[in-house]
T-cell receptor, first 113, second 115 residues
Framework: KAGVTQTPRYLIKTRGQQVTLSCSPI?????VSWYQQTPGQGLQFLFE???????NKGNFPGRFSGRQFSNSRSEMNVSTLELGDSALYLC????????????FGPGTRLTVT | SQKIEQNSEALNIQEGKTATLTCNYT??????LQWYRQDPGRGPVFLLL?????KEKRKERLKVTFDTTLKQSLFHITASQPADSATYLC??????????????FGKGTHLIIQP
């Protein structure tokens, strides 16, 4: 069974721009969660989607948004990028719940200059 | 506020010995706790999940304990090998209001197994 895939793997953007990251979960997994990982804050929960609906949201500003498609693929968007948004963005999928064991993708390394 | 603490300093262990990592939490009553392994530049990999009513769980050379009174989980790797060197993260489910609210991760402990 193929693992979680994320595209692109690396991205360099300029302050003020917006970015869209993509995630394809493991086949059959319906829950997709997004995390931001930085050296200072560690792994922080952004949001979780299930059946095309955002079910939970972490403590991040409204510039961070996402969506899920009918095939469970998910996208995450960050608008008006700030330097502090530079991080590794990880997508994880699980069968039903965001608190089940998570299967993580390799991440997208975003650098904002 | 809810807080998870893992030893932020690297843990150096001699090959063949048992490595023990600690995860402490406060202001929490998690239903279960998970451990993940993360290698540099890669996403975390799920290792073990233990529920609040379970005291101990094992998988091959791995053992996890969960003490809800002490609010602590211990993660053991027996007969450690250099290939076990990685960062190990603990994660707890977080509930607010009526439902689950995602996983909260500790910042991880960097384990180094020296040959």
């Amino acid at each position: 069974k193929a693992g979680v895939t994320q595209t692109p793997r690396y991205l360099i953007k300029t302050r003020g721009q917006q970015v869209t990251l993509s995630c394809s979960p493991i086949s059959g997994h319906r829950s997709v969660s997004w995390y931001q990982q930085t050296p200072g804050q560690g792994l922080q929960f952004l949001f979780e989607y299930f059946s095309e609906t955002q079910r939970n949201k972490g403590n991040f500003p409204g510039r961070f948004s996402g969506r899920q498609f009918s095939n469970s693929r998910s996208e995450m968007n960050v608008s008006t990028l700030e330097l502090g948004d530079s991080a590794l963005y990880l997508c994880a999928s699980s069968l039903y719940r965001e608190t089940d064991e998570q299967y993580f993708g390799p991440g997208t390394r975003l650098t904002v200059t | 506020s809810q807080k998870i603490e893992q030893n932020s300093e690297a843990l150096n262990i001699q090959e063949g010995k048992t490595a023990t990592l600690t995860c402490n939490y406060t202001n929490y009553s998690p239903a279960y706790l998970q451990w993940y392994r993360q290698d540099p530049g890669r996403g975390p990999v799920f290792l073990l999940l233990i529920r609040e009513n379970e005291k101990e769980k094992r998988k091959e050379r791995l053992k996890v304990t969960f003490d809800t009174t002490l609010k602590q989980s211990l993660f053991h790797i027996t007969a450690s090998q250099p290939a076990d060197s990685a960062t190990y993260l603990c994660a707890l489910d977080r509930y607010s209001g009526g439902g689950a609210d995602g996983l909260t991760f500790g910042k991880g402990t960097h384990l180094i197994i020296q040959p």
